[in-house]
Structures are given as structure tokens and as C-alpha cells.
């Protein structure tokens, strides 16, 4: 398995601020991916990080508004940028070990007031 | 497109009962398909991984089965508990991409 450790796991943020969310691996992974669950809904794959490359968004996020970074092979921050309410969700990063299994960090709750 | 539906959304049961959790998705070309727990406001707890060559996993209470071909999957939970209260998700894994998620069943055990 993987130990995923995110924070933060929940904050209250004024609209038109931005917010970094962080994200440890136990190990080093390849690739790592970053989710948003809006209130009610599943889950929805905002981008891919890998290391040493520009991450890949999925359509309707744009690196403006999510701008992601992967220095290493066991790191990686997502930002969400010019915060509105709409953005209030629970944003998830996630790994695959082996290609097969994925696990999950405990999430970073936010609410844009 | 890969679209993944789990029925029931939402279910109720009281204490003691077996109850099953279905999942269907549309494309069968599929490298493995996984159930996860999330309780409230929380990330995501792993369950159980199915890979296309296998019928079936178990894990304690939860027995998973794959019908690739028909494209579903059921959870059983055996002897339900009120620690069971939470959001089982199912999600499929293709070639190139992430996981594809269904919506959820939000299952409720009573005492």
C-alpha cells in the first residue's frame, strides 16, 4: 500500500484568494493525480502530475486556475487560484502503485466564503 | 466514453443484514476495477481491487465479483454493521487513463 498524507485537510478561504494544497507519498510514484469531488458528486480527475513535466489537465481545468507542481517523485502541490464559491469542494490527490491499486490521501475540504 | 453507474444511490438496512452494492460500466476493455469507502468529508479508503483476469476478491466481510463481459460488479457486505455508514464507490481503470468513478451508494446501517 501507500501513505498519503495531504493537508491541508480543511480550510475556510475569502473568495478571490488562493490556496496550495500539499501532498506525501511514503514512496516515489510516477504519476500522481489530483481529484475534485463538488458537494454531492464523484469524482472528477482535474489533472496528472508527473515529475520533470508540465502536468496534464483533463478538459475544463486549466493551469491558470489549478496550477500544479512535482518537484520530486514523492511530492506534489495543487493550487487553486482567484477562489469563488463554486470552488468549494473536496480535492483529493492520488496514486497508483504498480500500475494497478490506487489509494488516496484523507482529502483537503474547502470552502470558499 | 467510459460511464460507470452504481445502483443503488442510497441504502438502508438495519444491523445483522447481508446486503449487495451493484456497479456497471459501459466498456468492458477495463485493466482492473477497484471499491472504495469514503466517510464524510474524508479522502478515500481503499476496499478491494479486482483485476480483469479475476472473478472475484474477498477482504473479511466484503466479497467483490467482476462479470467483465457483462460489464458489473457487486460488493457484499456480510453481517452489516453501523460502522459500515458510508459511501462505497466504484471506479474503473482503463489503458492511459486515471479512474473513472460511479456516483456512489450511501449506505446507512441502523442499530
Given at each position: 500500500s501507500a501513505v498519503i498524507s495531504q493537508k491541508p485537510s480543511r480550510d475556510i478561504c475569502q473568495r478571490g484568494t488562493s490556496l496550495t494544497i500539499q501532498c506525501q507519498v511514503d514512496s516515489q510514484v510516477t504519476m500522481m493525480f489530483w481529484y475534485r469531488q463538488q458537494p454531492g458528486q464523484s469524482l472528477t480527475l482535474i489533472a496528472t502530475a508527473n515529475q520533470g513535466s508540465e502536468a496534464t489537465y483533463e478538459s475544463g481545468f486549466v493551469i491558470d486556475k489549478f496550477p500544479i507542481s512535482r518537484p520530486n517523485l514523492t511530492f506534489s502541490t495543487l493550487t487553486v487560484s482567484?477562489?469563488?464559491?463554486?470552488?468549494s469542494s473536496i480535492y483529493l490527490c492520488s496514486v497508483e502503485r504498480h500500475g494497478t491499486e490506487a489509494f488516496f490521501g484523507q482529502g483537503t475540504r474547502l470552502t470558499v466564503v | 466514453k467510459q460511464e460507470v453507474t452504481q445502483i443503488p444511490a442510497a441504502l438502508s438496512v438495519p444491523e445483522g443484514e447481508n446486503l449487495v452494492l451493484n456497479c456497471s460500466f459501459t466498456d468492458s476493455a477495463i485493466y482492473n476495477l477497484q471499491w472504495f469507502r469514503q466517510d464524510p468529508g474524508k479522502g478515500l479508503t481503499s476496499l478491494l481491487l479486482i483485476q480483469s483476469s479475476q472473478r472475484e476478491q474477498t477482504s473479511g466481510r466484503l466479497n467483490a465479483s467482476l462479470d467483465k463481459s457483462s460489464g458489473r460488479s457487486t460488493l457484499y457486505i456480510a453481517a452489516?454493521?453501523?460502522?459500515?455508514s458510508a459511501t462505497y464507490l466504484c471506479a474503473v481503470n482503463q489503458a492511459g487513463t486515471a479512474l473513472i468513478f460511479g456516483k456512489g451508494t450511501t449506505l446507512s446501517v441502523s442499530s
Open positions: 482567484n477562489m469563488s464559491p463554486e470552488d | 452489516s454493521q453501523p460502522g459500515d
